[in-house]
Structures are given as structure tokens and as C-alpha cells.
């Protein structure tokens, strides 16, 4: 474990290393048993960690997939959703959960986020829900009118935090939507004590080495309380097939390999005191940037227990991001920016037919956050001297 960073040493947005540190003899032991057996696809790692991540997330069954991106289309595709189908979600998120939508022959309806928290907000989602009702109505009644076509919501649980569900699952029940969580970047967090990737029929996880989670390569995951949505997940993902060369439908490939699975399974027996240790170093943060008056520190939904994949602050206007990220990284400090371009003003989504202005609380979102290095492992050290740091970029822009 990291123990103190001399005043020039770099610090980094996530130490992956550190990580590694901590897992390195379990990963090593887990490796040379899979390379003894050659079990490298379906070994029994696999099949232990799905089981244990489905214990974790307070669900019946876990599938592992090949990456985040496939759980959410394999989650779709599960669901039997009409073709071309519209599905709810936020503006701004990663691509991956667009891209996924259409790979599933579905439509993203892509709806703002809340200002404060920055979650997709559920009074857009019920404004694009009646608006598509009206539709329905219009088009029955032979007026003229774009025939409604929403068939599920797809909210993001984004940088640590669950969206409000509760209001977006008092919607799918008015609507007769299934709901489908993108918990990608919220693995241990919960809502009302409740974990993440247990709220919707089905949710989908990244294990990209980066999350709270993360694999050592590519992995994901679909987790689910409905044994036939679990059954449908793992037919589809490998090829459609429960029995060798016999495809019950059309599928593609897409498992979780067994050596991620050795790296998960290590990982995950510490994920709760890691996440702690991000509570405590978030908690930090916004002790040390409380007084900065030109920066909003990033907000918690009530009911929320934060697990803080990342730690985004959103610079006010009047100040340079461009200038205070280059400040940062020159004094070594691995700084970032998420999301900068949401999915509307992505040019793969133009077809979408959205401008600038479409969504007013994801573009400002965009222009003003900066992600600060946080990981289980930071110091106390490194978190002071981002914190000055930053400080001091905040007074060179003003």
C-alpha cells in the first residue's frame, strides 16, 4: 500500500498498481491454478465469482460477460423488446450505454440530468414518457403524430451513486416498463440500503480496470433476480447455445474469461474497505476544497451511500478548465475530464436530431467538470497537495 509520495513524485488519476499490490500473491495462485487445468473459458472461477457477485449485489444470479458494454446489450436483448423501441437514458453518460442501446436494435431517447446531482432526472423522464403517451393517443386516433414507442428505461448510476429509482421505478410501473440499471460505475454502492444492480429487472456492470471493481483486461457483468432473464443473458452471450453446436438463437460471444475472473474474485473479498477508504478520502476532499468559492464540490443523493468512482468538481465559469487540468498535470497530478462531449453532440449520434442547448444541465456539466486522483490507497499527502495545487490554478485563472 501507498505510504506517503515525496513532494515531486507524480500522482496519479487511479493507481492501478497500488491495487495490484495488495491482490498480487491471491492473483498469482489463482493464475497458476488456471494454467495447471487450461480451463481458460467457463472454468470454474467463473461460475465461483458469479456467485459471490450475485451475493455482493443482493441478486439470484450473476452472468459474467466479456465486457460492460455487451452486459447492457445482452441485458436488452434479453428482454425481448419490440424492434426499434425507444429506451430512456441519461444524456450524459459514457457512449457505451448508447452504443449498446442501438447494437440491440433499439432507439436512445435521451432525456437531461438533474442540475445538483447531476443523475438523470425522473421529471424528464416522466415529461418524455407522457409526451410519447400522447403520441400513442394520436396515432390510434388517426391524427397525425410519431407513434410512441418507449419500451424501457435505462438509467446510469454515474461517478459512485444510484440515480433516484424509486421515482423511475414508480414510472416503469405506470408505463408497464421494464427498467434496466447501467451500474457500470457503482459497484458496492447502495440506495436506502439497498445495493446497486439490485433495483431494476436487470442491471449490467463494467469490470474495466479502472472501476471500483476492475479486472486486469476487459470483463462485465449481468446481474438479475429472474431465473429466465439470467438463463436468456448466458444463452445469448454465448452464441446462443446451451449445448455444443446447438444454437436455440441467434447470439454473439461474449464471456468473462477465467483468469478475470481470478483477478475479480481476489478484488472483490476487499472491495467493501476499499470503498471505505474512497468515503474517507472523498470526505477529505471536501474538507480541504471547502473554502475555494469558484468550484462546486460534488453533491450526494439522500438516501445514497456513495461509493465515489470518481471525484468530479465542477469549475465555474469565468475560470479556464483547459488552464487549471494543464497546471495540474505539470505539477504531476494525474487530473481528468469525463464525459466532455455528451452522446447528443457525439457526431455517431447525430442522427438523433439534438443541438446544443438540448439538454442544458448535461452540457454544463460537460464544460465544467474535472475529475481529481482518487483510489482506495491515496494519502492524506497527496490529497493536500492536489488540493493546493488546485488552489493555486483556481487564482492563476481568476
Known amino acids: 500500500m501507498t505510504t506517503g509520495t515525496p513532494a515531486d513524485d507524480p500522482i496519479p488519476l487511479v493507481d492501478l498498481r497500488a491495487a495490484h499490490a495488495e491482490v498480487a500473491e491471491q492473483v498469482r495462485e489463482g493464475f497458476d491454478r488456471v494454467l495447471a487445468t487450461g480451463a481458460y473459458i467457463k472454468g470454474p472461477d467463473v461460475g465461483a465469482f458469479e456467485q459471490e457477485y450475485a451475493a455482493f449485489s443482493g441478486t439470484r444470479h450473476c452472468v459474467g460477460t466479456a465486457n460492460g458494454t455487451d452486459a447492457v446489450e445482452l441485458a436488452l436483448r434479453a428482454l425481448e423488446l419490440p424492434p426499434g423501441g425507444g429506451v430512456v437514458l441519461p444524456a450524459n453518460t459514457f457512449v457505451a450505454t448508447a452504443e449498446a442501446v442501438v447494437r440491440a436494435g433499439l432507439r436512445p431517447v435521451l432525456v437531461d440530468a438533474d442540475p445538483e446531482h447531476l443523475l438523470i432526472d425522473p421529471a424528464r423522464v416522466a415529461e418524455t414518457l407522457e409526451a410519447d403517451g400522447g403520441a400513442v393517443a394520436a396515432a390510434a386516433a388517426g391524427r397525425d403524430g410519431r407513434p410512441g414507442r418507449i419500451t424501457a428505461l435505462l438509467p446510469v448510476h454515474l461517478n459512485g451513486q444510484l440515480a433516484p429509482m424509486r421515482p423511475l421505478l414508480d414510472l416503469a410501473a405506470e408505463y408497464g416498463l421494464p427498467v434496466v440499471e447501467d451500474a457500470a460505475q457503482s459497484q458496492g454502492a447502495t440506495q436506502h440500503g439497498r445495493p446497486s444492480g439490485s433495483w431494476g429487472r436487470v442491471a449490467a456492470t463494467s469490470f474495466y480496470p479502472g472501476k471500483n471493481l476492475g479486472a486486469y483486461g476487459d470483463a462485465g457483468a449481468v446481474t438479475t433476480s429472474h431465473d429466465a432473464l439470467a438463463d436468456a443473458v448466458r444463452l445469448i452471450g454465448d452464441h446462443g447455445s446451451g449445448r455444443k453446436y446447438l444454437h436455440d438463437r441467434f447470439g454473439f460471444n461474449s464471456r468473462m474469461d477465467t483468469l478475470q475472473a481470478v483477478v475479480l474474485r481476489a478484488k472483490l473479498r476487499r472491495l467493501p474497505a476499499w470503498n471505505a477508504a474512497r ?120
Open 279 to 398: 468515503r474517507a478520502a472523498a470526505a477529505r476532499y471536501h474538507a480541504l476544497l471547502a473554502d475555494l468559492d469558484t468550484l462546486t464540490l460534488p453533491r450526494t443523493l439522500p438516501g445514497n451511500e456513495h461509493v465515489w468512482h470518481l471525484y468530479a468538481v465542477r469549475i465555474h465559469p469565468g475560470r479556464s478548465r483547459d488552464a487549471i487540468l494543464a497546471a495540474l498535470h505539470e505539477a504531476g497530478i494525474g487530473a481528468g475530464i469525463h464525459y466532455p462531449v455528451p452522446v447528443h453532440l457525439q457526431p455517431a449520434f447525430r442522427s438523433l436530431g439534438h443541438g446544443p442547448g438540448s439538454f442544458p444541465a448535461a452540457e454544463q456539466a460537460a464544460r465544467e467538470l474535472l475529475t481529481l486522483p482518487l483510489f482506495p490507497q491515496i494519502t492524506e499527502a497527496q490529497q493536500t497537495r492536489v488540493a493546493e495545487t488546485l488552489a493555486k490554478a483556481l487564482t492563476r485563472t481568476s
